[in-house]
C-alpha cells in the first residue's frame, strides 16, 4: 500500500515556486483560495470584484513570489496583499459591503455548521469596517496580532487595543440581542457557542 506524501509546509511550496516549480504556486493558489475569498468577499459590492481581487493576490504573489520573506508567514503575506487590494479597490469604488448571509452563499450554497453563526458576524459587521476586519482575521483566520498588524499596516498595540474594543462592544450587543429573544431555546444554543468560537 503507498503511503500518502505528506503536504508541504508554506513555506516549502513557497520556495519552491520562487525556484520555478509551478505545481507548488497551484497548491498554493488551492490551499488559499478559499480562506482568500472569504475574507473579501465581505468588502466588496459583488463576487465578480471578490473573485477579480483574489486573481490579482495571486497574480501579483506568482511576480513576486522571489521576493517573499520566509521569515514571515505565506499566509500573512498573500492577506496582506489581498488587504491593499480591497483599500484601493474601495477608495475607487466605494462599495457597498455584502451581508454574511449571502457572502456564505456566494463562497458555499450548500449550508453548513458556521452558518448559524451568520448572526454573530453580522453584529460585527455592524460595527464598522476596521472592528469587522480585525475581529475576522483574528477568529476566522486565527492570526496572532503580530500578523494582523502587518496585513493591517497598524502597530501591534493598535491592533490589541481595536480587539479589545471590538471584544467589549460585541459583548454588549450579543446580551442585548440574548435579551430580545428570552424565550427562544436555540438562540441561547447557538450564543454561547459564538461566544466561545469568538
Known sequence: MLK?????TDE????????GDRAAFESIVRRYTRPLAEFVVHKT????DAED???????????????????FSLKNWLFTIAYRLVVSSY?????????????????DPQPNENSQLDWL????AQMGESVYTVLWLRYKQEMEVAEIARVLGR?????????HRARRKLAERIKVAAEN???NLTFRTVLLEGTTTL
Open 121 to 124: 458576524w453580522e453584529l460585527a
Open 12 to 19: 516549502q511550496l513557497a520556495r519552491s515556486a520562487a525556484n
Open 91 to 107: 477608495r475607487k469604488k466605494k462599495p457597498v459591503r455584502l451581508d454574511s448571509r449571502t457572502c456564505a452563499e456566494m463562497i
Open 155 to 163: 502597530s501591534q498595540i493598535g491592533v490589541r487595543v481595536l480587539l
Open 181 to 183: 429573544q428570552p424565550d
Open 53 to 71: 481581487i483574489v486573481q490579482e493576490t495571486f497574480l501579483r504573489a506568482f511576480v513576486n513570489i522571489k521576493t517573499f520573506d520566509p521569515q
Open 45 to 48: 459590492a459583488t463576487v465578480q
Open 4 to 8: 500518502k506524501k505528506p503536504s508541504q
